[in-house]
């Protein structure tokens, strides 16, 4: 659980130290996506967000090799209550009421989630899985080309709940990876499904945000890489919680999710609000 609470700090702070990055990149000039990229990598925040996804994601596989699955997805979910309480920090953002709220829910239903959850499964699911993982892999590619002829929040919702699909593969291709031996690599299908998942998951992710609606978008990822991954892992890995709680766990897993899509404004760091500007006063005229 400290992996997978620390994987959540990782993702919530480098999405506040990218949109910083990616804000101070566009100030320096136009251009399109390829040039706001490259401008953006030439700052020290945006290089130090992908340092913090890469220290993320190992601590993600780390997590995901001693818990269940259920609770890890719900851990990572709560990176938006990490993203949420550091733009608060960084970017000036006041928080309202409701959201120091729904950062509060995520902390207690993590909390019931650390209570009730017992280590991951050891069963190592049927031999149909592996495929079907990467049969979901590229079916997620293929949601990305008929989500993005849509417009508008649907557009947004159908891409971002394909990222979470993809998102889903990596967290249980994961559990089914059993050696890191190169030669058990290339023959697992497992492998070749994490690459095409997280793949398409990035870029399904990175067009409905730039396109779309955030909330709408990242309210979809929470749902797509939650529920599904955490249906595999109790149904065909064998994830259970400790004995007598999983009440607790069922409780504590729907408490963090919707404490998480409370916060899905947060799924990209919020924009500072800008001043108003004042209506300058036109001099009077002079009469004749």
């Known amino acids: ?16 130290l990218q949109a910083m990055a990616a804000r101070e990149a566009g100030a320096a000039g136009g251009g399109g996506d390829a040039a706001l990229l490259l401008r953006a990598l030439r700052q020290w925040r945006y290089l130090a967000g992908l340092a913090l996804d890469g220290l993320g994601f ?16 719900a851990a990572l979910a709560a990176s938006l209550a990490v993203t949420a309480v550091v733009a608060a920090r960084l ?22 989630l650390g209570l009730a959850s017992g280590t991951e499964g050891a069963e190592n699911g049927p031999g ?8 979901t892999a590229l079916a997620v590619l293929l949601l990305g080309l ?29 559990r089914l990876i ?42 979809g990822m929470v749902i797509g890489e939650t529920i599904g991954p955490a249906a595999v892992g109790v149904i065909w890995l064998g994830d259970r919680t400790r004995e007598g709680l999983t009440w607790l766990a069922a409780l504590g897993f729907a408490v963090a999710v919707a404490g998480a899509l409370a916060l899905a404004r947060f799924g990209e760091a919020p924009q500072e609000t800008a001043a108003p500007r004042e209506t300058p006063v036109s001099p009077p005229t002079a009469t004749p």
């Open 146 to 174: 008929l989500g993005g002829r849509l417009h508008g929040r649907t557009r947004a919702l159908v891409l971002g709940l394909g990222a979470g699909f993809g998102f889903g593969v990596v967290e249980v291709s994961v």
């Open 58 to 73: 190992l601590l993600q596989i780390a997590a995901l090799r001693s818990l269940p699955i259920y609770a890890v997805s």
């Open 1 to 16: 659980m400290v992996c997978a609470l620390g994987a959540a700090v990782c993702f919530g702070t480098a999405t506040v």
């Open 128 to 135: 149909a899985l592996r495929y079907a993982m990467v049969a």
């Open 178 to 219: 059993d050696s890191l031996r190169p030669v058990d690599l290339l023959t697992n299908p497992a492998a070749y499904a994490l690459l095409l998942g997280g793949g398409a998951a990035f870029l399904l992710l990175t067009s409905a945000l730039q396109r779309g609606s955030v909330t709408t978008a990242t309210a």
């Open 91 to 112: 970017l000036k953002v006041r928080l309202s009421g409701v959201e120091w709220t729904a950062v509060a829910v995520v902390c207690l239903g993590l909390a019931m």
